[in-house]
Nanobody, 116 residues
Framework: QVQLVESGGGLVQPGGSLRLSCAASGSSFVIDNMAWYRQAPGKQRDLIAIIARFGTTTYADSVKGRFTIARDNDKNTMYLQMNSLKPDDTARYYC??????????WGQGTQVTVSS
């Protein structure tokens, strides 16, 4: 069974850092694009960062310069290093991945709360 599992969320003070991970389990697939999304209560789910299989990255303006997306293809794992966190970054963070030839998958999400 193929799954994406996020980890690393939690409560952090403004200005702090967190590192999220997203691991794909299962077999018989190749991971193409991977991405992080976030959704705050009452708001839509927004794309914040994408990383292609060989490392090309794109960021939303809201996180550019503060967040860094990375991946380890040998471990089928993606990361999101979040620095200089703000209260507005509070949301549930979801990973997604295109698993060839299986299709598009979502993780269950991990909560990030930025508060003093």
């Amino acid at each position: 069974q193929v799954q994406l599992v996020e980890s690393g969320g939690g409560l952090v003070q403004p200005g702090g850092s967190l590192r999220l991970s997203c691991a794909a389990s299962g077999s018989s697939f190749v991971i193409d694009n991977m991405a992080w999304y976030r959704q705050a209560p009452g708001k839509q789910r927004d794309l914040i960062a994408i990383i292609a299989r060989f490392g090309t990255t794109t960021y939303a303006d809201s996180v550019k310069g503060r967040f860094t997306i990375a991946r380890d293809n040998d471990k089928n794992t993606m990361y999101l290093q979040m620095n200089s966190l703000k209260p507005d970054d509070t949301a549930r963070y979801y990973c997604s991945a295109e698993l060839r030839p299986l299709g598009h998958y979502w993780g269950q999400g991990t909560q990030v709360t930025v508060s003093s």
